[in-house]
Structures are given as structure tokens and as C-alpha cells.
Nanobody, 120 residues
Framework: QVRLVESGGGSVKAGGSLTLSCRVS?????LAWFRQASGKEREGVAA??????YYGNSARGRFTIAHDSATNTLYLQMNRLETEDTAMYYC??????????????????WGQGTQVTVSS
């Protein structure tokens, strides 16, 4: 099972930027970022497989997912942040092939999460 450790969360003003990192121990064809706001369901943000990115509606045009194969680190560059982006962000691995690659139910390995708070 892949082990995942996120970092890079924090507090930022609306319109600002943050870059999240996820150190990946092991191999996974698909890697993904999810988020969960207080009182809401976990939501797919972005996924990447063999260099090809996929984005959820909330991320498209503002966020960029990337994977550095040399260090096996997954990144999420987030620009033009909005207060609605406030959530705990998780990286995920070990796609089980059961649905969309940005569906939470499609992954079995998860990191502990990193909090992102966007203020107005």
C-alpha cells in the first residue's frame, strides 16, 4: 500500500496562491487530490496518470496538478483562491478501478490531509 504525506497548507487571502505537496512512497498509476470542506462530502479536485491531468469543475482553470517522478512528489498549484476553496486537502493513490479517477471511492490509500483556509 502506498504511503502519502501532504504538506503546504495554510491560510491565505482570497485571490492568493498556495502550492500543496504530497510525498509518495511507492508506485501508483493514478494520483489524485481531493478536498473536504466542513459539513460537506469529499470532492475530487484533480488527478494525474502518466503525465495526463484531469480536473474537477472547481479546479479547472485555476489549479494545476503535477507529479515529479524524480522525487515521487505530487503537487497541486492553486491560484486565484476563493473562500469556497477552504477545506482539508488530501492526496490519494492506489486506484481500484471502480469509477471516475476523481471519485473518492476509486482510491484506497490516503494521506492525513493538509488544511487550506482562504479568507476574504
Amino acid at each position: 500500500q502506498v504511503r502519502l504525506v501532504e504538506s503546504g497548507g495554510g491560510s491565505v487571502k482570497a485571490g492568493g496562491s498556495l502550492t500543496l505537496s504530497c510525498r509518495v512512497s511507492g508506485y501508483s498509476t493514478y494520483l489524485a487530490w481531493f478536498r473536504q470542506a466542513s459539513g460537506k462530502e469529499r470532492e475530487g479536485v484533480a488527478a494525474i496518470a502518466t503525465g495526463s491531468p484531469y480536473y474537477g469543475n472547481s479546479a479547472r482553470g485555476r489549479f494545476t496538478i503535477a507529479h515529479d517522478s524524480a522525487t515521487n512528489t505530487l503537487y497541486l498549484q492553486m491560484n486565484r483562491l476563493e473562500t469556497e476553496d477552504t477545506a482539508m486537502y488530501y492526496c490519494a493513490a492506489d486506484y481500484v478501478g471502480d469509477g471516475s479517477i476523481i471519485s473518492p471511492g476509486s482510491y484506497r490509500s490516503w494521506g492525513q490531509g493538509t488544511q487550506v483556509t482562504v479568507s476574504s
